[in-house]
Structure formats: C-alpha cells, structure tokens
C-alpha cells in the first residue's frame, strides 16, 4: 500500500480548517494543518488531531443495531431497514403524519450528505414536528438577520483583517475560531489587529480566554446584552453620532429605531447591566468614532430571552455607525454555492416569514421550518390529536445539549418507535429502536454548505474521501432510504435510482429546455456531489454549463484540492445585490421587533438573581460528542463550576470541593473551581456533559462523566419570537457536599 497525502476540511466545529493528512498502509499517520489552504493558511486547533481517534473509536458504530428485549444488538442492513419498513408506515398510518418527530443535530452541518438530504427526509415524513439544534444556539441571530436582509443565512460579520476596533459581546472566537463566523486562527487575526494599532475589545460575565488577550473587557450581567445594546443605539442618536454611510440609501426604519430606544438611556440601564454609565457611552463614542469597527455577538447574546432583540441591535448598531458593508466594518461573505442570497433576482425578494403554524402544546412558532428543541419532549408526553409517537433523530444528542435532558431521556423512552441515524450509542441514541450509522468523516468526501456562507473570506474547496468507504451505505442513501419508506416504497427500493429519478425532476424544474444538457453533463456523479456541481457551476463564480468557461465546477474546486483550494478574495461591499427583502431595502426596524421592546423595557427593573449559570465553551470540546476521544479527554478535568473568590467564601466553597447545584429545573453535582475571571454572582459551568448514563456506549466519556448543565435549564423558557431556548443566566443556589 502506497503512502499518500490527503487534503481535508476539518469537520470538527465551524473553523472548517484545512487539514494535511498523510496515509501510511491505509492508517492514518499524521494531521496537521494545510499550509496553503486559503481559508486556514495552516492553523489548527487540538482538535483536530482527533480525528484519527473519531475514526479509530472502538465505540463508534460500524453497523446498525436493532434493540431487542431491551438490548442493542448488531444488524445487517437489510434487517435494519426492513425494522424500519415493518414499524414506521403502520404508525403514520394509524396515528397521521404529525405523530412522527425528527429532530437533527449540529454535526449534520459538517456531513454535507446528510446536510443536502435531510429537506428529502423532512419532506417525506411531511411533518410539522421538526426540530434541530438551531433552536439552542443560532435561531435569533438568524431571525433578526432575516427580517433585516430577506434571508436567514444573510449575517454579517467582522472584517477582521481590515478592522481596527472589534466588539466583542458574549462570544468566545479565541475558543471557537467563530460561531456563525468562520475565522480560523482568530488569535493570529486579533494579534494582527492589534499590531496594526486596533482593539480588541469584549463584553461578557467570564474574562474569557479572548477576554484574556483583549485590549479592554468589561463585565455584563448575564442576560443584560439586550439592554447594554439598546443603550448604546439611543447614546448614538442622543450625541448626533448616527452615520449610515454607503449604505445610507438603501436603509429603511431610522427614526422607528430611535423612538422605540428612546428611554433606554445609558443611567437607565447600567444597574441591570452592572456597568457604569460612562462605560457605556465611552463604548459607543469609540465605535461610532473608529473608521473601521464591527460589533459581533454570539452565543451569550442568542441564548438568552431577549436574544432576537440583542441579536438584532448588534447590527443596528453596525448600521448606524457607518460599517455596515464596509471593508473593515461588518461585511458579507458570497458563497460559491448554496447561498439564496446570490440566486433569484439581485436585490429584492420574498424576505422571511416565521409563525406559518405553531407547535400544539406551547404554540410556539414555526422559525425557518423548525419547532423549538424545547417543545419536543411535551410533544411526546402530551395526549390528543397529533401527538408525537415516533422519533428519527439525525445526528443529535439532546438529551445531554437540550435544556431538561432528563424529561426529554423519559420521553424518549415512551415512543412507540424511534430511529437514530448516528455513530454512537450515546445518551439519546440508547433509546433508539433502530440505529443506523454514517461513515468515518475521513471516509466521506466533503463541501461545506453553510460556512463560506459565513468565512472571514471568500473561498471555495471539496475534500474528497482520505479514506476507501466500506460496503455499506452513504448517509445521504440512509436519508433517502427512510425518506422512500416514510412515503410506503418499502425498504427494497433502489435508492441511486430514486435519486436520479428526483434529480431528473428538480433539473426540469429548475433548467427546463437545458435540463437534459444538464442531467447529461453531471451524469458521473452521484447523491450530493451531482448537487454540489450544480449548485457550483450555477453559483456567482460558476460556469453556468458553458457560457462562462473560466467559471467554477466541481472539477476545478476538486483540482485545486492539493493546493488548499480556490481564493475568492477578499469581502466585497454586496448592498443592496445581496438583499431579499420585499422593500429591496435594510429593514432596521422590522414590526415584530419593535414590538418586542416594550417587553424588554417592562423586565429592566427586575431584580438580579442572587446567582445565576452561563455555560462556557472550551478549546478541547465540542457540545457533548467529543469527550470519547483520548486525544481531547486528557489533560485536566474541564466540566468545573468556574465561580468568584467571594462567591465561593460566602458560599462556604473551597477549591476542587464537590458542590450541589440546584435550580427550578433540576439539581447537578460539579466540581468547584475559584477565579477571579468570573463576574461576582455568576457561575459557568460548560454543557454536554452527563455521561455515563445508563445503555450508552462511550466508554471513555464515561469515565469522567462531568455534570449536565443542561438538567439545570428550564425547558419552557425560550424566546418568544426566536422560540430559542434560553441557556444563559438562570437563577441558582449551590451549596457544599461534605
Ligand atoms: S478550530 Fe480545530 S476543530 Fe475547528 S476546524 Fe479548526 S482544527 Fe478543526
């Protein structure tokens, strides 16, 4: 066997870094980072390396179970789509299609197979009960985006490179490489920002490990970002620092901003926020002041009750501060491919509608298609008409990164029937009837979908497969199988024959007279690379099957493989082309926000709790599929309660000391750990952990299970426009264990 060098995406979190990895005798021998990948330019994270141990996991599933007696036991795939065939079909049957629940997970996202498929599956089941890890992390910042820009995957972000003053507000990039933007070596980039005389400034209740490097960090209480915001937005009109800039002609909604911030002043606000006034106005005259500057918020701004709001004035204020689409401001990326925001006439659209129906016991809204995480579990338990009986999950472990895991485990174990497509017998998927699993990731060739939607630059790669698959199905054909099953086509039907048939379908629609050019020019491919050369040679960069033949194909992304892939530049200014909206124009004030402040203005005197717990993200881990693998599990314990010094003394807590954590959810027992980076009052714990519960298979993880921070959270507290849970800043007490 002939020793070879792969080049792949790293598909471990949202950085997408490229990585070199080298094949010796058909085992992996060693990953580092590509050099000259253009997105990456040769950084990663510990991580990565991991990714040998993912594919080497004893634990990891090589072939379906099927739970019998009670037990999980090994299957052929035959049998295991055939225990699917026999048992879902009767139950949509008897019950409708409402009775059967999916509910996907954060990983599907770096599994472009199951990412391009999954709206197959969703469709078939032709249910409502759809669910995604979206609803626990992103959903508000996608929505403000959307009533502000016309689409969900429309979201600004920092120039970084040109920058020279970044505002960091609950998010932790130095940890994450970005969220909702990929930024690969944040630390190199902020360095950078500062050696050319920018600042680095952040807000958040932990000084972060980007705290850390910062040039200023101030602490905010947990939950108070919507106020801090809209303070800043009313300091920008009150000192005549409003600039729109470039965009000025394309921005509707100024004076409706301005009144409905109007008595959110900066002394108003600076007790709940536990910042001082001045703070908050020296934070906004530097902003508006500095020529090149972007705010950017994440997590701790989304997970919160007033996420949809703080989310949404985070690019109010980019907007009135003159850097909204300007170079070193808070720009757009333009994908290669599967971006609505470069399809359909440039400038004007449809814009984003949530509500079409709502969930049946809280009537929650739908957003982007999807019901709340939050809703699923009283989905399940609650009787009537359309009660969710069967679940398919795809990838997704909420039983440990949902609020309430503990409800959702007992739910889980009342379905008449449950399916996982997963490669783990984890906490969630020990519930599973069926469980069927993917390939290695180094088994799978790669395209990521959403995240040059979201890059710090333009850029274009596919990873083909480092590794030979096995003789088993993709997990697009697994998706496409259940989907034909769902819809009564058994469990024998030919599913490379039904995806040409729907892709000959989807041409005809899209193509008309050119779909036989079409399906013909495509017709070595197969599944989601024939998608993805289509979605390439359509994209703005592509071919257009012809008439541009310097553009894109799948063909030339995949030769430039080897030299870290295409380089599409720099952000360029994309107002008002990349704008969906009815008006064709920046929404700063949409109706349902404005509507929501009141909300906000009638919670600002409520008193703080005494204690409160946020989560925290770290380098080593990844919500709670990564604690099985050897490479990140060792090193010292990570699932610790971060509290203050005079917390701790008051609280009687000492240092390593076992502590009863305690809220109106759920109660947890953690490990105490002292510093000074916690803001007095608060406690950080990170999420994911728990294992060890009983019918699970990481045998690893379950020697240092760590606490579920997440049997802590309330599941019925969300936001109500976003319908995301809310995560950050819920009361607590803790108490010593002797
Ligand atoms: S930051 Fe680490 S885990 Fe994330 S993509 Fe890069 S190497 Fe992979």
């Known amino acids: ?18 990585l070199e990895i080298k094949v010796k005798g058909g085992v ?100 409502r009960n759809v669910f995604s890890a979206s609803s626990l992390d992103q959903v508000p910042k996608q929505l403000a985006c959307g009533l502000m820009f016309g689409h969900w995957m ?40 500062q050696a050319r005389g920018g600042r680095l400034v952040v807000i958040d209740p ?35 620092w409003v600039r729109l800039g470039a965009v000025a002609e394309w921005v509707n909604g100024v004076e409706a901003v301005q009144q409905a911030v109007a008595a959110f002043t900066p002394l108003a606000v600076a007790a709940r926020c536990g910042m001082a006034a001045d703070t908050i106005v020296e934070l906004t005259r530097e902003l508006a002041h500095t020529e090149r500057a972007a705010v950017y918020g994440r997590i701790g701004t989304c997970t919160q009750t007033f996420g949809t709001l703080a989310s949404w004035l985070v690019d109010v204020l980019n907007a009135l501060t003159g850097h909204l689409d300007a170079p070193g401001g808070a720009m757009f990326t333009k994908a290669a491919a599967f971006a609505s925001n470069t399809s359909g006439a440039s400038g004007t659209g449809r814009g984003v509608a949530t509500g079409r129906h709502r969930s049946r016991v809280s009537g929650a809204p739908e957003v982007m298609g999807e019901l ?25 472990n909420p039983v440990l990164s949902a609020p309430n895991g503990p409800r959702l485990a007992k739910a889980f174990e009342s379905l008449d029937f449950m399916v996982s497509v997963d490669i783990y017998l984890n906490e969630t998927t020990r519930h599973a009837d069926v469980i069927l699993p993917g390939m290695s990731p180094l088994q799978d060739d790669h395209f990521d979908v959403s995240f040059p939607q979201l890059s710090w630059r333009n850029h274009a790669r596919y990873s083909p497969a480092v590794l030979p698959g096995e003789e088993r199905p993709f997990e697009w054909q697994i998706l496409l199988k259940l989907a034909a099953i769902a819809q009564g086509q058994g469990a024998d039907l030919d599913v490379n024959a039904l995806d040409d048939a729907q892709f000959a379908h989807e041409a005809q629609r899209q193509f008309g007279a050119r779909a036989g ?74 109706p349902q926000l404005l509507a929501d402040l ?27 599929w990564m604690h099985n693998l050897p490479t990140l599990a060792k090193g010292p314990f990570r699932c610790t309660a971060l509290l203050h010094p005079a917390d701790a003394a008051r609280l009687q807590l000492v240092e390593g000391a076992l502590a009863r954590i305690s809220s109106g959810t ?73």
């Not at 060098?5 to 950085?15: G, M, Q, S, W």
């Not at 003053?165 to 998010?171: D, E, K």
């Not at 709340?372 to 997704?396: H, K, N, Y």
């Open 1 to 18: 066997m002939t020793d070879t060098t792969h080049y792949r995406i790293c598909p471990l979190c949202e950085a997408c870094c490229g």
């Open 206 to 240: 932990r000084r972060t490990e980007t705290a850390a490097v910062a040039d200023a960090h101030h602490f905010i209480r947990p939950g108070a970002d919507v106020f801090l915001l809209a303070a800043m937005v009313n300091t920008l009109f009150a000192n005549q």
């Open 598 to 624: 009141p909300r906000a203005w009638a919670d600002l005197p409520s008193a703080a709790a005494d204690l409160v717990i946020i989560g925290r993200r770290d380098v080593r881990s990844n919500n709670s």
């Open 154 to 193: 429309t979201v600004p972000l920092p120039d970084i490179t040109r920058t020279q003053l970044l505002l960091v507000i609950g998010a932790n990039p130095l940890a994450s490489n970005g969220s909702m933007w990929t930024v690969p070596d944040f630390r190199g980039k902020a360095k950078a920002l």
């Open 517 to 590: 050019a079409v399906i013909a020019a495509t017709a070595h491919l197969r599944g989601p690379q024939r998608l993805l050369d289509v979605a390439l040679r359509t994209g703005p960069y592509g071919d257009a099957f012809g008439p541009k033949p310097d553009g894109l194909t799948l063909a030339k992304v995949t030769a430039a493989n080897a030299c870290g892939g295409v380089d599409l530049g720099e952000l360029q200014p994309r107002i008002p082309e990349l704008l969906r909206t009815p008006s064709g124009k920046i929404e700063l004030a949409p």
């Open 666 to 738: 759920g109660s947890i027992e953690a490990q105490v750990q002292i510093s000074t980076d916690m803001m007095p009052g608060v406690v950080s714990l990170p999420h994911g952990w728990g294992h060890g519960l009983p019918g699970a298979q990481l045998s690893l993880a379950a020697q240092r299970p760590g606490a579920n921070l997440n049997a802590l959270l309330d599941d019925q507290a969300r936001d109500p426009l976003s319908g995301n849970a809310v995560l950050s800043g819920v009361a607590i007490s803790i108490m010593a264990l002797t």
């Open 372 to 396: 709340p995480m939050t809703c699923l579990a009283e989905e399940i338990e609650s009787p009537g008409a359309d009660q969710v009986r069967a679940l398919i999950t795809v990838a997704t």
């Open 28 to 127: 992996v021998s060693s990953i580092k980072g590509d050099a000259q990948d253009v997105l990456s330019q040769g950084y990663i994270c510990p991580k990565a390396v991991a990714l040998k141990d993912l594919h080497d996991d004893p634990d990891r599933l090589r072939t379906p179970l099927i739970k019998r007696n009670g037990q999980h036991v090994a299957a052929t795939w035959e049998e295991a789509f055939a225990e699917i065939a026999r048992r879902l079909p009767p139950l949509q049957a008897q019950h409708g299609r409402q009775a059967v629940a999916v509910a996907v997970g954060n990983p599907t996202v770096h599994k472009y197979g199951l990412l391009t498929y999954f709206p197959r599956l969703a469709r078939a089941l032709g249910t």
